[in-house]
């Protein structure tokens, strides 16, 4: 091993061990009750933190826990890995929380502190620590990295306009779009990759589409060349080799056993191909879909704790409930471009009888099981804070004029119709990385139920939000 190979390596265990305290340390007095059958269930070749729902853990399926991985190396010129910003104690994501903890212990000179995307504006001014936090405000405060993207040639649209708060510049060709990464864990589930799909090409397969996006983002992120292909691969062969869940439940105990499959051991024998329980039966023509396409859709997506439906606890008997409302509870879904809202939609109208799973329908992972971006309103203008620019586009055949804090998968096709639309990620580990949405607009998993509960006119009572918090919490 060379020298700098080394530095990396011991540089990667103290990150990993200094997260493990970090979480640890978060809320250890109200794990402490349950912390041996914790350490008896934990398997080897894991990661285990502690949050404020209970405990995270993430398994790793492949030979060992290679801390000598490219990903956890410097790859490009800025210091940044990609452990910085797909954190093991934060799902493999990032969170305001840890992110100001870094800001505060460094001064914000944290690697994850760049202006070629964490800053609001690509030319912020950092020379002092006041500058540096108005500067990175987005990032404290929602986790949000900008994406800069130009509107593709030949788009049927165009930015007419743009209120920016930071008054960042620039032309209205390119757009600021702000957004929250995406885990590096439980890829094996993916039907599209980025929150806009653009990594993801018709016909090619999701390893590759991964491969294609690790490039991307050691080059736009990291600053790097172009790195060799073998690193990307070992990159993606490690992020795939993960899986992690809530593997305990602060008030409900051990979420393995006792009549629950939660965890990640169970997640990790989960079939999955792309296409499976998808209630449209829409069967791509790429590497690893279904052999047939989906006869019609088991509603019942997720089946991990009905074995509490009886239990002796009251904290159990509600994830169990909030699992049979996710899987069951009825209600009208329309007007969802890339679903039912438009004529070039798969459905003509309305799903009368409709449930969360129609959306969320891979078997007890709770992603689309194919590539469907839909735009369920989480841009829209009605939404925007003062914090986010507003975008007024136009469309240049009929004139028209929408509205948005981020025009979405439009900024890849081109297309009008595909404006607002966002893929759904998968909802395991939940619970460790807030806020949520491409945004962070959801504070916490109470504002994302009491979003699709208004966005949908579902009707929930005050248990059945609670039941369904305390559900998606020990996901």
């Not at 460094?106 to 620590?129: E, L, V």
């Amino acid at each position: 091993m060379t020298r700098q190979a080394r530095r990396i390596t011991i540089a990667a265990r103290r990150f990993l061990g200094g997260a493990a305290l970090l979480g640890a340390g978060a809320v250890a007095a109200s794990v402490l009750v349950s912390s041996r059958s914790v350490a008896e269930d934990t398997p080897p070749k894991a990661l285990t933190f502690a949050n404020a729902a209970g405990v995270l853990r993430t398994l790793y399926t492949r030979d060992g826990f290679d801390r000598d991985n490219p990903f956890f190396q410097e790859l490009g010129s800025n210091g940044r890995t990609c452990a910085t910003c797909h954190r093991p104690a934060q799902a493999w994501t990032i969170t305001p929380a840890e992110v100001q903890n870094r800001f505060e212990r460094t001064g914000g000179r944290d690697p994850i502190f760049r202006t070629n995307d964490g800053s609001n504006c690509a030319a912020a001014d950092i020379s002092t620590m006041q500058k540096r936090r108005e500067a990175f405000s987005l990032l404290l405060a929602r986790g949000l990295i900008r994406i800069a993207l130009d509107v593709p040639a030949g788009a049927d649209f165009e930015v007419a306009g743009v209120d920016d708060p930071y008054r960042c510049g620039g032309s209205l060709t390119t757009a600021s779009l702000y957004r929250r990464p995406l885990p590096t864990t439980n890829l094996t589930f993916l039907s599209a990759v980025m929150w806009d799909g653009r990594a993801t090409v018709a016909g090619r397969g999701i390893q590759e589409d991964l491969v294609a996006q690790t490039l991307d983002a050691a080059v736009r992120h990291a600053g790097a060349t172009v790195p060799r292909e073998s690193e990307l691969r070992e990159i993606v062969a490690f992020e795939r080799g993960l899986v992690t869940a809530q593997v305990l439940d602060r008030a409900a105990g051990s979420l393995i056993g006792a009549g629950a499959r939660g965890g990640p051991s169970a997640l990790a024998m989960q079939p999955f191909c792309i296409g499976v329980n998808d209630p449209i039966g829409m069967l791509p023509s790429t590497p690893g879909s279904c052999a047939a396409p989906a006869t019609g859709l088991d509603p019942a997506v997720f089946t991990l704790f009905g074995g509490w439906a009886t239990d002796w606890s009251a904290e159990r008997q509600a994830i169990a409930r909030g699992e049979i409302i996710f899987n069951t509870r009825r209600f009208v879904i329309d007007n969802v471009p890339g679903l039912n809202g438009g004529p070039q939609d798969p459905l003509s109208g309305p799903i009368s009888s409709g449930t969360c799973t129609v959306c969320h329908n891979t078997p007890n992972a709770g992603n689309h099981s194919v590539s469907m971006p839909l735009n369920i309103g989480i841009a829209a203008a009605a939404r925007r804070t003062p914090d986010l620019p507003l975008y007024t586009l136009r469309n240049t055949i009929t004139g028209e004029l929408l509205q948005m804090t981020d025009p979405g998968r439009a900024m890849v096709t081109g297309r009008w119709s595909d404006i607002g639309k966002f893929k759904g990620p998968v909802l395991r580990a939940l619970a460790a990385r807030a806020p949520y949405f491409h945004d962070g607009s959801a504070r916490s998993l109470a504002d994302v139920i009491e979003f699709y509960d208004t966005r949908f006119h579902v009707g929930l009572t005050g248990r059945e939000k609670a039941d369904l918090l305390a559900f998606l919490q020990a996901l």
